[in-house]
């Protein structure tokens, strides 16, 4: 914990659990990256993966992000925020409304990754963090593709979480009063899998892709 | 459009469109608000919505992103983000691999509204931009509550769109290999709303929560 994961509200609970913020990040689709250009902030949607203690980002060697590494250590300072989105609180008054949700907001140094063999390590945990077991069933990268493609390490050290859950809280004098209350559930629904209109025939779907969800969901 | 709203990459569809703007951060539920702190990026979730060409965000008087607006001015820089994300981009070659998606990036500097019939609005907003209906079914804000919560207005004059959507587009010596190609669809589920334990016999469901769904989706 540090001052700038402490929490300064109490309404969600918030948490240090390594374990906890392990699993959101895993679950978490994509993460939002924020990072000062000039002085300014700047938050970019991104795909994160997660190997042990361990953050990866990836991207084009173009992108701004990455383009403004520092050349002498290689690194930047962001901020990447995760949040799962669980459901509408709708409380009997507007000030009691709010969210469930999980969140993680990690601090710190991101460092470009040069050696090779742990950039394989990234990018297959960045293809599986999509999809477990598409590594398996797709064409990793060839020497052209792995040289446009940039990887940042951020490792998991300074975070907070936030898990907000539950019923609406409202005051006894608002329970009783006419408005309904309660709680509107959200999730990610995943659709079947639409073949590419160029599939060849005889290229059956993966068996890994028959029923796709995402880890503890 | 600026130079930092300006694309450095082709591969996603990249506009500067009002409407299109508009309409994305009127369909996404949270955005992602960035702003510096010691020189440090800062991404945190928050709810947003929408008033014309302007942004509106609430939050604690207490909260860390409200604490720091400038005392001159009241205005703070911040980078406003949504993202919904549409489908996984599974190509046969990982590199081509990606998301369907469509983001929003909004720079600007943020100002707390002082104006009470402006902070109405702002209020009155997001509550109806989570749902919409809701702010006559529910109870508004009383004088202490009103008093704790702090609004910032941020102007859609600087943004950029992204929209990536389609097929995998592999090179042909990846189609006629043998991995398969697709798109797993990816949205938004919401669940039948579920009554707060403690809501008093005989309070029904609003009929605007009947079919909740998000504009546009």
Chains 1, 2 share one sequence.
Not at 59 to 66: D, I, Q
Not at 134 to 148: D, H, V
């Amino acid at each position: 914990m540090t001052p700038r994961t402490t929490a300064t509200r109490l309404r969600e609970k918030v948490t240090y659990d390594e374990a906890v913020a392990h699993a959101i990040l895993d679950e978490a689709l994509v993460c939002h990256v924020g990072f000062v250009v000039d002085g300014s902030p700047r938050v970019l949607p991104t795909i994160h993966a997660r190997a042990g203690s361990t953050l990866y980002l990836h991207g084009s060697t173009g992108t701004p992000l990455l383009r403004l590494v520092d050349p002498v250590d290689g690194g930047i300072e962001i901020c990447v925020t995760v949040t799962l989105l669980d459901g509408l609180v709708l409380a009997r008054s507007q000030f009691e409304s709010s969210m469930n949700y999980r969140s993680v907001v990690v601090h710190g140094r991101g460092h470009l990754v040069t050696d090779h063999a742990e950039r394989e390590v990234a990018l297959h945990r960045i293809v599986e963090h999509v999809s477990p077991g598409r590594s398996a069933t797709s064409r990793a990268g060839n020497a052209r593709e792995l040289a446009a493609t940039a990887v940042l390490r951020l490792d998991l050290v300074e975070f907070s979480v936030k898990v907000s859950t539950g019923e609406p809280e409202d005051a006894p004098s608002d329970v009783t009063g006419p408005h309904w209350a309660g709680v509107v559930p959200v999730a990610l629904r995943f659709g079947a899998p639409i073949p590419a209109g160029d599939l060849a025939t005889g290229i059956e779907l993966p068996d890994h892709l028959l029923d796709y969800a995402r880890p503890g969901a």
